[in-house]
């Protein structure tokens, strides 16, 4: 009998490297960088997760990255006080605030300072691009990352230009590569697609960020693509799949989504751990109906003797110390 698909499979590269619980992965951009990020260090690896928050177009992420890396300090002239005297900066997400100027630019810094520090131990980079559309801001024409509800007519809508962001980001990538030449970075375009821009505009603004990932993973030899998006409008290509303001990938999705991820880049024993690691969570999280009981606290030396044989892998003391303090709960104990 014929076998039957019932969508469309991605493709998956393969690769000379793999992500293991030794690496220390930075993850950069978009709201589903973030996505990606927890979820990795649901799986214990050792990352800092979207540490500027949500940042959406390349050339914002390219500056943050340069600020960091040079040491530089935010622009002067792009902070703003808003109409409840908080302060804020259009280069930074809104979660960057505070209530003096001098406050919220101590904050930056370091944040930035954090960020370079975390480089110098990187092994995987992840970028993520969410549009191709970006924002002027006219008092100062610069491009800028946030807005922050300031009243639209103070800043001039621009699709960026593919060689616009290929020489930003070919910048970035090579002062990475001199600091961390071992360093892998992984481009994807977000799922999330950017109705507001209407959806024949949204697909010029993905098949943009599609290309700068295609012509930087063809030039430098340590960026690769991973097609998030891809394997959301091919494979996951049903509205089930969507939250219910159906933009945004539901859970399911990103479940997949970062299972296809796994499978692609991570090695075995990864992989391994992260299946047992299922499994100990459902142990740990299995609250007793009749209290504390000897096949609970039997289940409690089990687990604990689970964890032990994986913290080699990496850093589970705080799950450790969570089982000995239920062991410790027992009257005998």
């Known amino acids: 009998m014929k076998s039957l698909e019932l969508n469309t499979k991605v493709s998956l590269a393969s690769h000379d490297w793999k992500i293991n619980h ?3 992965i930075l993850t950069i951009g978009s709201c589903f960088a973030e996505v990606l990020g927890s979820q990795l260090d649901h799986y214990k690896f050792p990352v800092l997760n979207n540490p500027f928050g949500t940042v959406f177009n390349p050339l914002s992420i390219a500056k943050l990255i340069d600020l960091a890396l040079d040491g530089k ?3 002067a002239g792009l902070y703003h006080q808003n109409a409840d005297n908080i302060w804020l900066h259009h280069d930074f997400h809104s979660s960057f605030w505070a209530t003096t100027r001098e406050e919220l630019e101590a904050k930056l810094i370091t944040k930035l300072k954090e960020v370079s520090q975390f480089i110098g131990s990187a092994d995987v980079l992840v970028l993520t691009f969410g549009t191709a559309y970006a924002y002027r801001h006219r008092a100062t024409n610069i491009l800028v990352g946030n807005c922050h509800k300031v009243p639209a007519d103070r800043f001039v809508k621009e699709l960026l230009h593919i060689d616009q962001i290929n020489i930003s980001l070919e910048q970035i990538l090579f002062k990475l590569q001199s600091l961390r030449r071992d360093l892998k970075i992984i481009l994807t375009v977000s799922p999330v697609r950017h109705t507001k821009d209407t959806l024949p505009l949204n ?5 943009t960020l599609r290309l700068v ?10 960026v690769e693509y991973f097609p998030s998006y891809e394997i959301m409008i091919d494979e996951l290509r049903d509205y089930r799949f ?15 989504i970062f299972r296809t991820f796994a499978d692609e880049l991570m090695d075995m024993p990864a992989l391994e751990f992260m299946k047992e690691w299922d499994g100990i969570l459902k142990m740990m999280n299995h609250r007793p109906k009749h209290g504390l009981t000897e096949s609970h606290f039997t289940l409690l030396n089990t687990l604990q003797s689970k964890l032990i044989g994986l913290s080699a892998a990496t850093n589970l003391s705080a799950e450790l110390a969570e089982i000995k303090r239920r062991i410790n709960e027992f009257p005998a104990n």
């Open 22 to 24: 030794g690496s220390n």
């Open 73 to 75: 300090v935010p622009n």
């Open 203 to 207: 697909q010029v603004s993905k098949s």
């Open 213 to 222: 990932c295609h012509r930087l993973s063809e030039k430098f030899r340590q």
């Open 242 to 256: 969507y939250k219910s303001d159906l933009i945004h990938p539901n859970s399911v999705a990103e479940d997949y």
